[in-house]
T-cell receptor, first 111, second 115 residues
Framework: KAGVTQTPRYLIKTRGQQVTLSCSPI?????VSWYQQTPGQGLQFLFE???????NKGNFPGRFSGRQFSNSRSEMNVSTLELGDSALYLC??????????FGPGTRLTVL | AQSVTQLGSHVSVSEGTPVLLRCNYS??????LFWYVQHPNKGLQLLLK??????LVKGINGFEAEFKKSETSFHLTKPSAHMSDAAEYFC?????????????FGKGTLLTVNP
């Protein structure tokens, strides 16, 4: 099976812009989770989607949002970018109640 | 709330010597525990997981971990380090209630392997 794929791999934006990141889960996986990784805060949970519904949300401002499509692909959006949003954004997929498998991540740099 | 503490942000070993990376957790429920490895500019790769079957869990690349409930620990070990083991290692605990859709991670331990 192909693994979790994320696009784009690298992204450079300026403050105030918005960005959309995409994640394609492993075939057959219906749960997609998103994490933010920074040197200071480490790995932090953003949100999780299952069957197009947000099932759980981490402690991030409303500028961070996501959605899931009927084919289980997921996108996350960050509006009004801030310098502190520079991070590696990781997507993970799983079967219901199973282990999470991570993609390679999208490296976002905000200038 | 769940939490994970990884003791030692940086561990350095010589090639061929044992590896020990420490992880302690806090959980209100019977936890599921995981070790992931991250090589530079890569995503997280699952090394092994504990889900209440056997307390000694064997993973990929010769790694194993032992779940000790009395000590709330889940330390990662490998008998003999290889240069390719140099990476950052993360311990994680699943969300309460047994569903694994939310992971809480430790801060990570950077493993350096010296020739």
């Amino acid at each position: 099976k192909a693994g979790v794929t994320q696009t784009p791999r690298y992204l450079i934006k300026t403050r105030g812009q918005q960005v959309t990141l995409s994640c394609s889960p492993i075939s057959g996986h219906r749960s997609v989770s998103w994490y933010q990784q920074t040197p200071g805060q480490g790995l932090q949970f953003l949100f999780e989607y299952f069957s197009e519904t947000q099932r759980n949300k981490g402690n991030f401002p409303g500028r961070f949002s996501g959605r899931q499509f009927s084919n289980s692909r997921s996108e996350m959006n960050v509006s009004t970018l801030e310098l502190g949003d520079s991070a590696l954004y990781l997507c993970a997929s799983s079967s219901r109640g199973d282990t999470q498998y991570f993609g390679p991540g999208t490296r976002l740099t905000v200038l | 709330a769940q939490s994970v503490t990884q003791l030692g942000s940086h561990v350095s070993v010589s090639e061929g010597t044992p590896v020990l990376l420490r992880c302690n957790y806090s959980s209100s429920y019977s936890p599921s525990l995981f070790w992931y490895v991250q090589h530079p500019n890569k995503g997280l790769q699952l090394l092994l997981k504990y889900t209440s079957a056997a307390t000694l869990v064997k993973g990929i690349n010769g790694f194993e971990a032992e779940f000790k409930k009395s000590e709330t620990s889940f330390h990662l070990t490998k008998p003999s380090a290889h240069m390719s083991d140099a990476a950052e290692y993360f311990c994680a605990v699943s969300d309460s209630g047994g569903s694994n859709y939310k992971l809480t991670f430790g801060k990570g331990t950077l493993l350096t392997v010296n020739p």
